[in-house]
């Protein structure tokens, strides 16, 4: 190996080829060292970015999950809400019902004492009137009761001035005959 050195370095057409050979390894060495460092940082790189999409993948099957479940629960959510409104608008008309009716309790409860009030007017009206009925009734008895006393008194003395009179007329006749039998004789 030294003759071979010994005959590079005397000839310089064969050194210049030597020297150009080692640059040239030199040149394929490092760019096989080069290439063989790109190749390890772009392992490691891929290396890591399959951890990292392995990471991201499963976050992102995480945030998925979550994504659905809060889908899920945002359906259930609007639907609750959705209930929430019609029990709410079921509320208003109940409410509105419930306010016509409370005004046409009032309305009827203030008939009701208007038609108490009345109906106890007219039922004192009614007694005070049941009770002069009966006054009255018990009038008009003392009266037809009298009334057939005069009546009957009528009738006695009617019949008292019939007898008076056909007795005063026959007391009459009874003188007029005297007289005439008086001026007769």
């Not at 993948?57 to 479940?69: G, P, Q, V």
């Not at 639907?79 to 208003?92: I, S, V």
């Not at 007694?127 to 057939?148: C, G, I, P």
């Amino acid at each position: 190996m030294n003759d071979l050195i010994e005959k590079i370095n005397s000839d310089p057409l064969l050194m210049l080829s030597a020297a150009v050979g080692v640059v040239v390894i030199l040149f394929v060495v490092l760019v096989v060292i080069i290439s063989a460092m790109r190749i390890k940082t772009y392992k490691d790189r891929f290396l890591n970015l399959q951890v990292d999409n392995a990471q991201k993948k499963k976050h992102i099957d995480t945030l998925e999950y979550e994504l659905k479940r809060y889908q899920m629960d945002n359906a259930q959510q609007a639907q609750l809400l959705a209930q929430f409104d019609d029990t709410k608008a079921r509320l208003a008309k109940t409410t509105e019902s419930l306010a016509a009716v409370q005004k046409e309790l009032q309305e009827t409860q203030n008939t009701l004492a208007r038609t108490t009030a009345q109906f106890e007017s007219l039922q004192g009206m009614h007694e005070a009137l049941q009770s002069e009925h009966a006054a009255l009734k018990t009038r008009m008895e003392e009266v037809h009761d009298e009334n057939n006393k005069l009546r009957v008194n009528n009738a006695r003395l009617l019949m008292k001035l019939e007898t008076g009179e056909r007795l005063s007329a026959h007391m009459e006749q009874r003188r007029r005959a005297r007289i005439s039998e008086g001026d007769e004789e």
